[in-house]
């Protein structure tokens, strides 16, 4: 199984030509070269590749870490709230 901060590796890799060597968990976008724009394009391939929904407003993820357990936490967020619609639905 491939953990999400691999999948986010390979991302950066292939959109952002980044050596893997440097992305390590602790490495920060913005010294990856990665602009405002190019963290506003990473995070629509973020939605696309994880399958979630981003929130409207921004948050502060300043290393691959910190958007490794972002990510994360949306996914599980999301899919609790979709087995809780599941259920209710079920009931009802």
């Known amino acids: 199984m ?16 980044i050596d893997p060597r440097l992305l390590t968990p602790d490495a920060a976008l913005e010294g990856l070269g990665i602009d405002s724009l190019g963290v506003v394009e990473l995070l629509w391939t973020i939605e696309d590749e994880f399958k979630i929904k981003l929130p409207q407003e921004p948050e502060d993820l300043p290393t691959l870490a910190d958007v ?17 619609v599941s259920v209710s639905g079920a009931i009802s």
């Open 68 to 84: 490794t357990r972002y990510i994360d936490t949306l996914m599980a967020e999301q899919r609790a709230g979709t087995a809780r």
């Open 2 to 17: 491939t953990t999400t901060i691999e999948r986010l590796r390979a991302i950066l890799i292939k959109d952002y030509e």
